[in-house]
């Protein structure tokens, strides 16, 4: 039986993937006069700030130093804060809110499990924080496809993973809540192979499949 259903951010409730993009795409040109490829976006979803920056730098074979990717990813992160800042409620995905409805109904726990240090302002953005009982702080825990992250919203209620489900739009994101011992649901247009269940957009989970996969019928 489902009591905690932890949500990530980005693909999920919102989608900042292109804000990303772009600051990391203004940051590379600037500094080392490259063109991102957007191939490379899909490996940059999902996780952390310092591992996206990672990605990039290695695909283009850029060694800096520590200190160096530090300050590149803080004034990347200055440049995706001016996009995300007008962000209001216009911006959930559709059907965000109808299965926030349909979880604060049955009395489930949901959690943010976000790896964006940036989560707590956009969930205030696009008013969404009244429906969420928890939020992660990804700051000392390891980046998704490490499962710490959906482990913890467990721990901090005290439930156990298996009454526990993750929602998540990118391949790493899914790859952790499988390592949590948790029910996973893909959403969006990625494949997501390893996902329990997969789906483009909350509105294709019907009341019926909503009251399988909470019993943990769903199998
Ligand atoms: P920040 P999610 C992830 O969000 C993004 O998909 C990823 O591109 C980003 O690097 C990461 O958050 C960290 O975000 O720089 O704001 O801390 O999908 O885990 O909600
Ligand atoms: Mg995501």
Redesign the pocket.
């Known amino acids: 039986m489902i009591k905690l259903v932890i949500f ?4 999920v409730l919102t989608s900042t ?1 292109h804000e ?1 993009f772009s600051a990391w795409a203004s940051l590379f040109k600037h500094h080392f006069n490259l063109e991102i490829d957007p191939l490379l976006e899909v490996k ?6 310092l591992e ?1 920056l990672k990605v990039l730098l290695d695909h283009y074979g850029i060694d800096i130093n520590e200190s160096a990717r530090l300050s590149l990813a803080q004034e990347k ?1 200055i440049a ?1 804060q001016q996009l995300i800042a007008q962000f209001d409620e216009s911006k959930c995905l559709p059907g965000v809110i109808e299965c926030l409805e349909v979880l604060k109904r049955r009395k489930i726990l949901c959690a943010l499990g ?6 707590p302002f956009l969930l205030k953005a696009i008013k969404l924080e009244k429906y969420f009982d928890y939020v992660v702080d990804p700051t000392l825990l390891r980046s998704k496809p490490y499962p710490d992250i959906f482990l913890k919203a467990a721990s901090h209620f005290g439930i156990s993973p298996q009454d526990c489900l993750g929602i998540e739009d ?1 391949e790493a ?1 899914i790859e952790a809540i499988k390592r949590a011992g948790m029910f996973a649901i893909g959403i969006g247009p990625e494949q997501l192979n390893q996902a329990d269940l997969k789906v483009k957009t909350f509105p294709e989970i019907s009341q019926k499949l909503w009251d399988e996969i909470l019993r943990g019928k769903k199998e």
Do not use: C, E, L
Request: proline share 0%; no cysteine; hydrophobic share 15%.
């Open positions: 990530d951010m980005d693909g993937t990303h940059t979803k999902g996780v952390s700030r996206s992160n995706y976000s790896a964006s240090k940036n989560g990118a994101g």
